[in-house]
């Protein structure tokens, strides 16, 4: 095995990375296809962290192949539920530590 390289079984280590990108974006799912620039991740990010009215501006600007990748960011964005906020029907340390305003108790 060369030094420094990593070698991964049937794509384990890509399905770790996928998890690691999408919880870093907060996707839903990762919308990149042959069209994608994996090392333009942080201009996804800046992208996702703009406002709509300015997200709707830069995409004016694009061809429609690239407006068409950022779309689908967009919609990956917005199906994004954070994991410590899926209805799994427990209460976890995660949860009342991300909404404390939720799960305030105050006896009576």
Do not use: C
């Not at 779309?71 to 917005?78: D, G, K, N, S």
């Not at 539920?81 to 939720?102: C, F, L, N, Q, W």
């Amino acid at each position: 095995m060369e030094k420094g390289r990593t070698y991964h079984i049937n794509g384990e280590g890509t399905k770790r990375q996928d998890a690691t990108l999408r919880q870093r974006l907060r996707l839903k799912w990762l919308p990149f296809g042959d069209g994608a620039k994996p090392e333009a991740i942080d201009q996804y990010e800046r992208f996702l962290a703009l406002a709509d009215d300015e997200q709707r501006v830069f995409i004016a600007t694009l061809d429609a192949d690239e407006a068409e990748l950022y779309i689908a960011l967009m919609a990956a964005r917005a199906m994004y539920v954070d994991p410590t906020d899926r209805k799994d029907g427990s209460i976890t340390e995660a949860k009342v530590k991300a909404h404390p305003e939720r799960y305030q108790w105050k006896p009576e």
